[in-house]
């Protein structure tokens, strides 16, 4: 390192060729121990990192194990949540799993393609003046911390969505789905959820998906319309296949985000532990509003049964994202030959 | 190219080949069919005695993107026609995704602003009736303060580091390995982290309710933020900055200190900020693990403390006019909180961000 390049004047070289044995020395013992000191550090945060994610899933299994074995009935398939009982404590995750999957399966259907309308307003439609201020503007809106969705979901979203779902009901009824069981209930239901989750999740997605359109190459789309596509064609032949992984990750984020939520869904829901198919009507639950809600009045079991819940969300979670990191890992692999 | 092409065929064959002179709708074409539809609109709602103009709006939508499409097939052809459709849904997708957004945001302001004043943020809830009007939230906004405070103390040196070593230092399985959970890590629900500090610090050291547990948690939601974003800016640090420090004989460490962690500062502060803005808000672990209080507790690490999104919770449940009027109070001064966090680490970003050499 302290050889010296060509080109240096012969005095310098000479001049330090002399004195460079003990003051290497002396400067290689210094930078040695501060760069152990430094690299030792910088490397034990990350494997505290390490420690705590492993710390995390293994305390949670073990709390989780404790629970299920005093499980009198089978977890997975239990509705209801009672594991306080002193004689017969039963619990399981069936109605949990049901709400969750279905309220952030909504969400999805809703925001997804709203998601990539405004990602491609963002990059490709707006007026450059319009654009860069509304990009901002979902930046800051992903910031907005869930409780405040969930108070403005429960007072202002829950009183507005009745004429929705009787519209719902009357037309589409039939499906089942959308049969309303009691007409004129506030509509504290995983359908409204989900329409909130939507518009949670929607910043979220929108963002990422706006990222990857920018950087579809320019190339590719001056082809495309050079060809004579019209604006739409273009975006159909050179923005969408580019964007596609990004497109799915940002949507699997979004996903993973909606699964988690909790404190939102907490104001929203008026839980029950019933599983219906009829997604109009209040009841049902996903795992962290069940979290959040039950915490309060847990007895020892019934908080470590919360915690094998947890897991099987720390679990849904971890799947969906690392799917997300896959899909962007595989990314890169190609994103290299475009530039 | 084109143009030059079709000019010199149109004089063999001019039928064979759509000219590009095609005709096309004049350019006020769109704002003239959102008028017609919105009229339209508006005729249909109040023939039908439709009482939701939500409804109105979703016609005029259904109008707008059937006649565009309508007239530009008649006019244009199919592909213009399909072009035209596609734009007004893009279109209408940023409509949609406004007018929810917008009206958060206005609801939220309305509600609040006329319940925050000095009585709201300088008093806490000792004494008040849940379902008595006044109080405020100044035992909250210190709760607040102190748990992401320590939060940051935590998550934001042991981030910083861990950034530095994939960067500077990582090669091989353990980079990998870090860089794969720190992913993973960002993934985790805000309640699973809380359950995690429980379990350890709560439940099997014994703790009682503190801030500092519920900052513990908030910590865990932050390192990986902290982590991806200062990665990222260290990766945008010019390799020839730490060349020129090596080849003058500067230590690595000096030269991550001294060359490297100042030209990416800007960025680095965004980042850290960004994260503060984020767990600011989070409401469930801090539910958990610091429980509630009516009184101010100065103190994080002895007793239940307050917080911002808590006491927005625990007000909804109170289930009152009164209490309904302090959570929007709270909602808005939490929300002035994180935007001008959010704010202010644009700020930063956009006046000190690393010159890239490009």
């Not at chain 1, 060509?6 to 930078?31: H, I, W, Y």
């Not at chain 1, 990350?46 to 404790?66: C, D, E, H, N, T």
């Not at chain 2, 809380?194 to 900052?215: K, M, P």
Request: proline share 5%; glycine share 10%.
């Amino acid at each position: 390192m302290t050889s010296s390049p060509p080109g240096v004047p012969r005095e310098t070289t000479e001049a330090s060729t002399e004195t460079s044995p003990r003051r290497r020395s002396s400067l290689q013992g210094n930078s040695r121990r501060g760069d152990s000191i430094f690299r030792g550090a910088s490397a034990g945060s990350g494997i505290l990192l390490l420690v705590i994610m492993a710390a995390i899933a293994g305390f949670l299994i073990y709390r989780s194990s404790i629970a299920i074995n005093k499980d009198t009935t089978s977890f997975l398939t239990t509705f209801e949540w009672d594991p306080d009982n002193i004689q017969k404590p039963s619990f399981g995750i069936a109605v949990l799993v049901f709400g969750t999957l279905v309220s952030a399966a909504i969400a999805m259907v809703i925001a997804v393609p709203v998601a990539i309308g405004i990602a491609l307003f963002i990059s490709h439609y707006a007026p450059r003046r319009i654009a860069q201020p509304f990009a901002y503007l979902v930046d800051l809106l992903a910031a907005v911390p869930s409780i405040i969705y969930g108070l403005w979901g429960a007072l202002f979203l829950v009183p507005h969505l009745g004429g929705l779902n009787s519209w719902l009901d009357h037309y589409l009824g039939w499906t089942y789905i959308f049969k309303l069981s009691h007409p004129g209930a506030p509509a504290r239901s995983l359908f409204t959820v989900g329409i909130l989750l939507a518009i949670m999740v929607l910043p979220i997605i929108t963002a990422v998906s706006r990222e990857v359109f920018r950087q579809v190459p320019r190339m590719h789309e001056e082809a495309a319309l050079a060809l004579g596509a019209t604006r739409w064609e273009m975006i159909r032949t050179a923005v969408l296949p580019f964007g596609r992984p990004g497109i799915i990750s940002a949507s699997m984020l979004g996903l993973g985000r909606a699964l988690g939520e909790t404190i939102a869904v907490a104001t929203v829901l008026s839980a029950s532990n019933v599983l219906s198919l009829h997604l109009l009507d209040a009841g049902g639950g996903t795992f962290a509003q069940n979290i959040a809600l039950k915490f309060g009045e847990a007895g020892s079991v019934g908080k470590d049964a919360l915690m094998a819940s947890g897991l099987v969300l720390f679990v849904i979670t971890l799947l969906v994202n690392g799917a997300a990191r896959m899909i962007v890992a595989r990314r890169k692999e190609y994103s290299g030959a475009n530039s | 190219m084109t143009t030059a092409t079709s000019t010199a065929d149109r004089s063999p064959a001019p039928q064979l080949r759509r000219p590009l002179t095609a005709a096309r709708l004049p350019r006020w074409a769109p704002a003239g069919i959102a008028v017609l539809s919105i009229a339209l609109a508006c005729a249909i709602g109040a023939g039908a005695g439709l009482a939701s103009h939500l409804q109105w709006g979703v016609i005029a939508a259904l109008l707008f993107v059937s006649i565009s499409y309508g007239v530009a097939a008649k006019v244009e052809g199919h592909r213009q026609a399909k072009d035209r459709f596609f734009t007004s849904l893009v279109w209408t997708a940023f409509v949609l995704a406004v007018v929810p957004l917008v009206a958060l945001l206005v609801y939220t302001f309305q509600q609040g602003s006329s319940v925050v004043d000095g009585n709201f943020l300088n008093h806490s809830m000792r004494g008040v009736l849940s379902s008595g009007p006044g109080g405020g939230i100044y035992h909250a906004l210190l709760g607040t303060l102190q748990q992401v405070g320590l939060a940051t103390l935590i998550a934001a040196p042991i981030g910083l580091l861990t950034a530095v070593y994939l960067v500077e230092y990582g090669r091989g399985r353990l980079a990998a390995a870090v860089t794969f959970f720190v992913d993973v890590m960002t993934g985790i629900p805000s309640i699973v982290a809380g359950l995690f500090i429980l379990s350890v610090w709560n439940l099997a050291l014994g703790f009682d309710y503190s801030g500092f547990s519920g900052s513990l948690a908030l910590a865990i939601l932050m390192m990986p933020v902290v982590v991806r974003s200062t990665e990222e800016m260290l990766k945008l640090v010019p390799n020839e900055l730490r060349e020129a420090a090596f080849a003058l004989g500067v230590p690595k460490w000096k030269t991550i200190l001294r060359v490297v962690i100042p030209t990416a500062i800007g960025g680095i502060t965004t980042g850290v900020m960004l994260a503060v803005a984020r767990i600011t808000g989070e409401t469930a672990p801090v539910l958990m693990l610091v429980f509630v209080s009516d009184s101010i507790n100065t103190d994080p690490f002895n007793g239940p403390q307050m917080n911002l999104p808590v006491y927005i919770w625990q007000q909804y449940g109170y289930n009152n006019q009164y209490s309904y009027a302090r959570a929007w109070g709270a909602a808005l001064v939490l929300i002035a909180v994180v935007m001008g966090l959010n704010l202010i680490a644009r700020g930063i970003a956009r006046w000190r961000s690393p010159k890239t050499g490009h």
